[in-house]
Each structure stands twice: as structure tokens, then as C-alpha cells.
């Protein structure tokens, strides 16, 4: 019995956990701005990280910061290559050309924030990126 319990406690300790992402695919699999989320399970909030990819050229992970679980994080595209993550009043810039610059923006940019593609967040309990809605005209 004893045995048991200490092979099922560390599954059980990690049932808790979050270890989740979702993808914005911009020119297929190979381009994608990406957001991971970890945490463990005492933790009420979870880690986010910025994954920026362009394979075979690229392909980084940038630490963002810590949220809630249910925290929406809003893609924006100001420019080519250039994309704004905005989680509640924190802005942050990332570029696929080299994958290497990343920022966190004190105010915003000059010419805004862009078009919007959509949010990140949970759907039915999944982590998800949800495209904006285009409009008609």
C-alpha cells in the first residue's frame, strides 16, 4: 500500500499543473507567435512565455510575465514582422524576422497598436487563440 502512494502522490501533485499553449499561425506552421503557460499547482497564477518562430531561421522564447488563468492576452500587428501582445494595461513587442527582439513597452507606440488578430485566452476551459472578427465592407 505503501508502495502505491508513493508512486501515485507525484502524478497527483502534478494534476494540478498547467502546461498548456496556443498558436497564431502567420505563414503556416513554420511562422506562429505563440503563448505557453506553466505553473504549478499551489500557484494561483500562471507563468506566460512568448514563443516567436520562423523556421529554419528563428525561433525563440521570450519569459513574459504572470497572470491569472483566465487572463486574456490580445494580439495586435502594428507592422510587417512586428506584433504587440497586450495583457490587461502591459504592452510588449516582438519581431519574427530574427526572433531576438522583445520589449516591454511603457507606453504605446506612436502610430497605435495596429489591427487587431485576435486574443488569446480559455474556451470551454481550453487555452485557445481566437481570431479577431473581420469587418465587412
Not at 502505491?4 to 507525484?10: D, E, G, R, S, Y
Not at 497564431?24 to 499551489?42: E, K, M, P, T, Y
Request: glycine letters at 10%; proline letters at 6%; a neutral charge.
Amino acid at each position: 500500500m505503501q508502495r502505491l502512494f508513493c508512486c501515485a502522490l507525484p502524478a497527483l501533485l502534478l494534476s494540478g499543473c498547467t502546461n498548456d499553449g496556443a498558436a497564431f499561425l502567420i505563414d503556416g506552421q513554420r511562422h506562429a507567435i505563440s503563448i505557453v503557460r506553466d505553473n504549478l499547482f499551489w500557484e494561483k497564477q500562471v507563468n506566460l512565455s512568448l514563443v516567436v518562430t520562423r523556421l529554419p531561421d528563428c525561433q525563440r522564447r521570450h519569459a513574459i510575465q504572470k497572470a491569472g488563468p483566465k487572463a486574456h492576452i490580445e494580439l495586435w500587428q502594428p507592422g510587417p514582422g512586428t506584433y504587440l501582445l497586450k495583457i490587461g494595461q502591459n504592452l510588449y513587442v516582438a519581431e519574427t524576422r530574427t526572433c531576438e527582439g522583445f520589449a516591454r513597452l511603457d507606453d504605446l507606440p506612436p502610430g497605435g497598436l495596429g489591427e487587431q488578430l485576435g486574443v488569446f485566452g480559455e474556451v470551454k476551459g481550453v487555452f485557445s487563440f481566437v481570431p479577431a472578427q473581420k469587418e465587412e465592407g
